[in-house]
């Protein structure tokens, strides 16, 4: 298990490093470049082409990546911080240090300090998003995969259907048209501070719905179909043979065995839930990290980017890692 | 499932044709004929278009906007610049249904090849298309499209290349692992000893028999895409303006949700049943593929 484990670590370092060089490799082919975009449209052409020496953007691609590596493990001083250059770049941590992910040439600030605040309050919204899908996706799943084919089965597939098949976005829209324009009981916004008078639960609870409403109904169909398959098993034709109540048929013999398949399925949802956020966050100008990778895309901040794809990718590799190993662990017949 | 010569009842059903006929049992599936309904009802919509009576989609009426509501002249009333919004809903039915089909027709060429070939060489061709298929398998899907289509520029080309990108890995590992299944098949076996060549077994022999579980997954894929293309226009990622795009629209009318809920509803609502067209479609041919 262990050697599994440290195989599965390596891997997914050999992902982050891949991933982060496809990144630069992306940003190569953005329209406009960041100097005009931070000088605006009526500097001269001189000065662009000056600060954009400054920021080392026509150093080529792979010696840019390579300097981005060593900034980042802190084998390298930040050159854009170098008070000759005149930037203006400080960051209090220094220039060298491991987990130095850059300067934002968007927030005009260092990386460390814009991204950690969002991830934050992305988390909560994640978190509370995960906490109403767990037991929802459950229910309705059990219920459903407990009669396959009954109308009550039929009745919440379709539910789990429509639910899946509302972007964010347009829930976003629906939710906000009902409960903001028409009954008028929850805000519209949720920037997280209470000047506009609404509490932060309240601004919290159409994102969190959103967020869990899409995901739910996926989760759901995944735990129905495990049920079904596991109630049509032999061992459980036994248990109802044998006479004992249905209850107990399915609490003690079924529901064990049904919740092994949809365990790796919630948590990969984690995967999802990472770019719901994105989607979730704009509809309800949420200041979280989603948010911040959108614009970070447009304006071509690539410390930004890359800080943000790697935190991403590594909360979607890290759970893919924890769901294998919990299905190793829940599974004796895996582990042959 | 290994199939042995001792057991010919198995052996005739997957050597024979594949899921006889699945598209004829579709009515006896409701959930199917709902779907299929309402995908034709847009794929009708998108089709006659241009012969329908209504306002150029991109027209602006400067006298609606003062009452941007539904009215005589414009049924589903005006979006925010005074385009007429039955039209461009109609117009943007063509659209997301010309670039969605072909987005996923894209992928699927790209996915089936890498498919069929790392399932049928195995060794060092499986080995870089998966691990390259798993990098880009562990990007949060909305995150990728975001970094692709921030960086490349919005267009319909660079939306069709993103959803390849995304979704070819996907593909592949479906069809590697029927291919892999398939590869100890008689009729496999039997194409070897007529010595046909390895583009022959691989398109004529395996990709035909790996059909009926890649149809509902075409299905669901297009739903996905379908939200994926929505999603984009709504992050002000989708098609250039002025031509209408569904989740452009929305985008373009949230700012005014609360004053007139109308212009963003009525797109979300086009976009949302088309979408659950095919995810009921997908739904119905996976219950009826089961019933075998």
Redo the contacts between chains.
């Keep these: 298990m262990t050697r599994y484990i440290l195989r599965r670590a390596l891997e997914m370092l050999a992902t982050l490093l891949v991933a982060s060089f496809l990144v630069f490799l992306v940003t190569e082919f953005s329209p406009g470049n960041v100097a005009r975009k931070t000088l605006g449209a009526f500097a001269l052409q001189e000065q662009v082409d000056l600060l954009y020496r400054k920021l080392h953007l026509n150093d080529p691609l792979m010696e840019r990546y390579v300097r981005w590596v060593g900034v980042l493990t802190g084998v390298e001083a930040d050159p854009l911080q170098d008070p000759a250059l005149g930037l203006d770049f400080k960051d209090p941590r220094g220039d060298r240090y491991f987990g130095n992910f850059g300067y934002s040439t968007l927030y005009k600030a260092p990386v460390n300090d814009v991204l950690w605040d969002r991830l934050g309050n992305t988390a909560l919204l994640a978190g509370l998003a995960f906490a109403v899908i767990v037991p929802v996706s459950l229910g309705l799943g059990v219920l459903a995969g407990m009669r396959a084919g009954s109308p009550l089965d039929r009745g919440l597939s379709t539910v789990s259907i429509v639910m899946t098949s509302i972007p964010e976005f347009a829930l976003g829209v629906l939710l906000v048209a009902v409960f903001v324009v028409w009954l008028g009981v929850l805000p519209g916004t949720s920037p997280l501070d209470t000047h506009s008078g609404w509490s932060i639960a309240a601004q919290l609870v159409l994102p969190v719905a959103v967020l869990a409403i899409y995901d739910a109904g996926y989760v759901a169909r995944m735990v129905r179909t495990s049920m079904a398959e596991v109630m049509a098993k032999p061992y459980v034709r036994t248990a109802v043979l044998k006479g004992l109540p249905r209850r107990q048929v399915i609490l003690r013999h079924a529901l064990r065995n049904a919740m092994i398949a949809p365990f790796t399925v919630i948590l990969l949802q984690v995967n999802w839930l990472i770019g719901g956020v994105v989607v979730t966050e704009l509809v309800f100008a949420y200041p979280g990290f989603g948010r911040m990778l959108l614009d970070a895309s447009l304006f071509g901040d690539v410390s930004l980017i890359e800080a943000a794809t790697l935190v991403a990718l590594f909360v979607a590799t890290m759970t893919q890692l924890l769901s294998d190993i919990g299905y190793r662990l829940l599974d004796p017949q895996a582990r042959r | 499932m290994s199939v042995t010569a001792s057991d010919p009842v198995s052996l005739s059903e997957t050597a024979g044709r594949p899921t006889p006929g699945l598209l004829r049992r579709l009515p006896s599936s409701p959930?199917a004929v709902v779907g299929l309904a309402l995908v034709l009802f847009w794929a009708l919509v998108a089709l006659v278009a241009p012969l329908l009576p209504l306002q150029p989609p991109n027209a602006q009426d400067y006298m609606a906007m003062a009452h941007p509501g539904s009215t005589a002249k414009h049924w589903l009333g005006v979006d925010p610049l005074g385009r007429d919004l039955l039209s461009r809903i109609v117009w943007g039915a063509r659209t997301v249904l010309a670039v969605a089909p072909l987005a996923v027709v894209a992928a699927y060429t790209v996915g089936a090849t890498m498919g069929l070939l790392s399932g049928y060489y195995r060794g060092w061709v499986d080995a870089v298309i998966s691990r390259a298929g798993?990098?880009i398998l562990?990007?949060?899907?909305?995150?990728l499209y975001?970094?692709?289509i921030?960086?490349?520029?919005p267009s319909a080309l660079n939306i069709v290349v993103a959803v390849v990108v995304a979704s070819a890995p996907g593909i592949s590992r479906i069809v590697r692992g029927l291919v892999m299944s398939l590869m100890h098949q008689e009729f496999v076996a039997a194409a070897y000893l007529r010595r046909e060549s390895d583009v022959f077994v691989m398109l004529v022999e395996l990709l035909p028999n790996c059909r009926a579980p890649l149809i509902t997954d075409f299905c669901l894929r297009l739903?996905y895409t379908i939200?994926t293309i929505?999603?984009l226009g709504?992050?002000?990622l989708g098609l250039p303006p002025p031509n209408p795009d569904w989740?452009g629209m929305?985008?373009q009318a949230?700012s005014m949700?609360?004053v007139f809920?109308h212009m963003?509803?009525y797109p979300?609502i086009a976009?949302?049943s088309l979408?659950?067209g095919f995810?009921?479609l997908a739904?119905g041919l996976t219950e009826l593929s089961q019933a075998d």
């Design positions: 959930v798993d990098v562990s990007f949060p899907i909305v995150i975001v970094i692709l921030a960086n490349i520029g739903g939200i929505g999603t709504f992050l002000g989740g929305v985008k949230t949700i609360t809920p963003a509803l979300t976009l949302v979408i659950l995810n009921l739904d």
